[in-house]
Nanobody, 126 residues
Framework: QVQLVESGGGSVEAGGSLNLSCVAS????????MGWFRQAPGKEREWVAS????????YYADSVKGRFTISRDIAKNTLYLEMKGLKPEDTAMYYC???????????????????WGQGTQVTVSS
């Protein structure tokens, strides 16, 4: 059974930084894609960043490009999201996900084909 456990959320002022982590179970090895999503109250879940577990150039949403960095430590079974220059509009629950498929939202729009963590809250004050 795939299990994903996020951590690292918190409250920061605008311009601050946070580093999120997602520890994955060994079953994730059978899936080729992992990523970070976020959902603000009253809004749909938004694709933030994703990568192929086998390597290659990650994907970033335009809203976070240049500020967020996604990475993975295979030895630690951990996915990371380094967030800098945080803005109030980045406030949301952040979720880690793993799936078999594309890392590009246009090719993989669905949510039901993904395994999800429980989320970690990020709050950015102005």
């Amino acid at each position: 059974q795939v299990q994903l456990v996020e951590s690292g959320g918190g409250s920061v002022e605008a311009g601050g930084s946070l580093n999120l982590s997602c520890v994955a179970s060994r079953e994730v090895y059978g899936l080729n894609s992992m990523g970070w999503f976020r959902q603000a109250p009253g809004k749909e879940r938004e694709w933030v960043a994703s990568l192929y577990t086998g390597g290659g150039t990650p994907y970033y949403a335009d809203s976070v490009k240049g500020r967020f960095t996604i990475s993975r430590d295979i030895a630690k079974n951990t996915l990371y999201l380094e967030m800098k220059g945080l803005k109030p509009e980045d406030t949301a629950m952040y979720y880690c996900a793993a799936w078999e498929g594309s890392i590009y939202p246009a090719r993989e729009p669905g949510l039901n084909n993904k395994y999800w963590g429980q989320g970690t809250q990020v709050t950015v004050s102005s």
